[in-house]
């Protein structure tokens, strides 16, 4: 291929279809929230100068129980699989429980708000969350025969089961592995196989707008495909939204199927000592999109991992204890374990957890359970807001609650958005942080500092204590602050919240995130490893990055990631189908949406049934987050004369945008054609 037809394949990115709006001014906290602080010091950042890294990090670690404490705060001798921590021996279960009792134990850790405004609300206090936590892993251990390093998959929905089936694993040292419970049971299977679970934990059934969902239905696909796939699932532990009563209509299978609920009675009162496990030992895998069709396993270390996000939850969460703190995330997502479970319950919060949709049964639910249990922190998605906001823009005005603290994550937020979140939900008294970073990160790269740094609508912020990012361009150098150029962010330094790996696979995790810009693959010194994180970004003359979007082959749909490849490999399931094309859409609540274009074997008549056929297909390999706005059935792809998709094209056709110079394509006229079916539906 010539240079000029490697640039020709470059992709259609979510960073070029970015909106690109202007600066903003800034918005500052306020006094009240200023003097109530936990992090009022602006030294902060120069403590977590990169003069002073790693022992920094020091600082996050102090704020947990070590059994042992460590020799070595960052050991590089695996460059770049970085071990924090080495020497020292935590338990994660201990340090979100345990530690607590003395002082706490009669506090609510979990209040467990189900869909249904007719059920009531949970409150699991931190004994209770004890007692139940132990006798589910003396269950883990003794029944289902789980042990230091296993790994067992959980496709568990948003109930307290889900960071009590957590917190069991980690006080056993078992790897946990949450799939989010929206995913299909195929989706399941392939995360089931990639980590060797033979043991399956799920739930029989929950509530979705208003519907009892069969959710055991699932793990019936899963342990299915698992098995074809060569992994057998011995046990599938089977939580009852009812306990005593089974919710779903799915038989259970004998011999492999079983209700927690009924084994659980032979486990009462029963105590584990939590395992002693090392700094860098595995505490969860998080599975994610990447560049290829398979989804990879993000393996997050115990001691790093939770220090990072036990410091940034004090200082960025601004969580204190007698605050009432709400993410809206799913837990099965990143921002679920860092900011739902282990962050918020290792420094003692009282931590919500939602089963259901934020708009149900109508638009004022949220600020009903905000009013009701006085939440003063709140977490959620441009993707929500934006969603809340149009169906109910002057709903919160309705109800007496007060936040001190919001949260939005995962995608850019439009500044218009970000100021309706402000005025309105916010009622101008809570601050705003605007966090960014990936489930590959496991905590904040960038936000500002709530007490210190002043918001700025639109901009993530500069990056977090210790955090050193750097935009650099396709030859490596750093784009100068302030010049309005965008690059490739990157983050110069490791931090203790990064994953270890890809479970199983290093070499790719070499490959994508670090191999780009390594000058020396030899290096055991981190400052030859900066960090590839796959976004573009800008950075203006006060240092504030502001977040364009993916660089790669992922998408980012109501602020969940999923690979293009995934959804393109889901589509060639269907028999007809020999091409597919992903390209991100603009979405005015998703934020992006998927548009699929595929192409049909010769000879078959491309129907609406076999479009809906395609789009059903998706939906059952993946799951509902992934399905196409609709399905584009083309007579060819436009393609470069080297036999590529050219993908870019078909983007700039679905955001009505400019295809920009084609000649060069060996199937110039196909474009036009495109072009016409799609902007005259
Ligand atoms: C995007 C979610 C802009 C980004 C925690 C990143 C954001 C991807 C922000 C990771 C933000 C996350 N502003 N974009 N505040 N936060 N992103 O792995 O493209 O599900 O690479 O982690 O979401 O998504 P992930």
Redesign the pocket.
């Known amino acids: 291929m010539t240079e000029k037809e490697k640039r020709e394949v470059v992709e259609t990115t979510e960073a070029q279809i970015a909106v690109h709006w202007q600066e903003e001014g800034y918005v500052n906290p306020s006094g009240k929230f200023v003097a109530q602080a936990n992090m009022t010091d602006d030294t902060i950042y120069e403590r977590f100068s990169l003069d002073n890294f790693p022992n920094c990090f020091k600082e996050y670690a102090d704020l947990l129980d070590w059994y042992e404490y460590w020799h070595t705060t960052l050991d590089t001798s695996d460059a770049p699989c970085w071990k924090w921590f080495a020497g020292g021996k935590i338990n994660a279960s201990y340090n979100c429980i345990d530690r607590h009792l003395a002082k706490n134990k009669n506090k609510t850790a979990i209040h467990f708000v189900p869909e249904l405004e007719s059920e009531k609300v949970e409150h699991v206090t931190y004994q209770e969350l004890f007692v139940r936590v132990n006798e589910f892993a003396a269950l883990l251990r003794d029944f289902a025969g789980l042990k230091r390093g296993d790994r067992v998959t959980l496709h568990l929905p948003m109930t307290a089961e889900l960071p009590i089936t957590m917190l069991a694993c980690a006080r056993l040292g078992v790897i946990h592995s949450e799939v989010f419970g929206g995913f299909s049971g195929n989706a399941c299977a392939d995360r089931i196989v990639d980590s060797q679970s033979r043991v399956l934990i799920t739930m029989d059934a929950y509530y979705r707008g208003g519907k009892l969902i069969d959710h055991k239905e699932k793990a019936d696909t899963a342990v299915g495909k698992a098995e074809e796939d060569g992994q057998k699932v011995d046990k599938v532990l089977v939580w009852q939204r009812y306990p005593g009563k089974y919710s779903a209509d799915t038989p259970m299978v004998e011999g492999r199927d079983y209700f927690v609920n009924d084994l659980l009675k032979d486990y009462y009162g029963v105590r584990v000592e939590p395992e002693r496990m090392n700094a860098e030992d595995p505490l969860f895998l998080m599975y994610?999109s990447g560049t290829t069709g398979k989804p990879k396993g993000c393996q997050h270390s115990t001691g790093g991992y939770l220090a990072y996000v036990t410091g940034t939850s004090k200082y960025v969460q601004d969580i204190h204890p007698e605050d009432v703190y709400w993410c809206m995330a799913d837990i099965g997502?990143?921002?679920g374990h860092s900011y739902i479970v282990y962050g918020p319950l290792a420094l003692c919060a009282s931590s919500v957890i939602y089963e259901g949709i934020p708009t149900y049964p109508d638009p004022g639910r949220c600020w009903r359970i905000a009013q009701d249990l006085d939440i003063n922190i709140f977490h959620t998605a441009p993707t929500a807001i934006r969603a809340l906001r149009k169906v109910g823009p002057d709903e919160p005005a309705k109800y007496n609650y007060h936040f001190k603290h919001m949260t939005?994550?995962?995608?850019?937020?439009e500044p218009e958005v970000w100021k309706w979140y402000y005025e309105v939900v916010g009622k101008k008294e809570a601050i705003i942080v605007?966090?960014?970073?990936?489930?590959?990160t496991g905590g904040f790269l960038c936000s500002t500092l709530p007490a210190i740094t002043p918001m700025k609508p639109g901009s993530?912020g500069p990056g977090m204590p210790g955090i050193h990012p750097v935009i650099l361009d396709d030859d490596g150098n750093p784009i100068p602050t302030g010049s309005g150029k965008a690059g490739n962010i990157c983050i110069q330094n490791p931090w203790p919240g990064g994953f270890q790996t890809i479970w199983g696979d290093r070499d790719r995790f070499v490959r994508q995130y670090y191999e780009r810009y390594c000058k020396d693959p030899k290096s055991k010194d981190w400052r030859d490893w900066p960090y590839l994180?796959?976004?573009a970004a800008v950075q203006a003359e006060d240092g504030y990055y502001r977040?364009l979007?993916?660089i790669d082959d992922v998408i980012?749909v109501s602020?969940?990631?999923l690979g293009t490849k995934e959804i393109e490999s889901a589509a060639l399931v269907v028999p007809e189908v020999v091409e597919a094309a992903v390209v991100p859409v603009k979405h005015d609540i998703k934020g992006i949406e998927p548009d699929l274009y595929v192409s049909l074997k010769p000879g078959v008549e491309g129907t609406e049934e076999l479009a809906q056929k395609v789009s059903q297909t998706i939906v059952s390999e993946i799951g509902a987050i992934a399905r196409p706005r609709k399905v584009w059935i083309v007579p060819d792809m436009p393609k470069t004369r080297s036999g590529k998709i050219m993908r870019r094209v078909l983007g700039a056709i679905s955001n009505n945008a400019d295809v920009g110079d084609v000649m060069t394509l060996a199937n110039p006229e196909i474009v036009e054609a495109i072009t016409k079916m799609v902007q005259e539906k």
């Open positions: 994610t997502w990143i921002t939005t994550v995962g995608e850019p937020i605007d966090t960014w970073w990936q489930t590959e993530a994180a796959g976004d977040i979007g993916r980012n602020g969940h990631r």
